[in-house]
C-alpha cells in the first residue's frame, strides 16, 4: 500500500476512534496512537526511498563496528568499503 494510501486510511480511521472515545484519556490515546504511527509511515518511506538507492548502486555501503568508550557508544568506520 502507498503511504499517501496509508495516511488517507489513518485519518479516517483516527476521526472513528475519535468518535467512539468515552473519556478524554480515550481520546488523547487515540491521538498519540495516530502520531506514532504517522511517523512510522514517514520512516518507513524514506527507509525504502533508501533500500532503492542501494539497490541502484548510487551509494556503496559501508561497514561500521561498535565500540564502547567510557560508557559511551560510538560507531567507527572499518577499513573495507564494500560490504
Known sequence: ?????????????????????????????????????????????????IRKLYQSKLVKKRKFRRIYYNGFDRQRQIKSTNI
Open 1 to 49: 500500500m502507498k503511504p499517501l494510501s496509508q495516511k488517507i486510511l489513518l485519518i479516517l480511521l483516527s476521526g472513528l476512534a475519535l468518535s467512539f472515545a468515552y473519556t478524554s484519556r480515550q481520546y488523547w490515546r487515540a491521538v498519540k496512537i495516530a502520531g506514532k504511527e504517522w511517523k512510522n509511515i514517514n520512516k518507513k518511506e524514506v527507509q525504502d526511498e
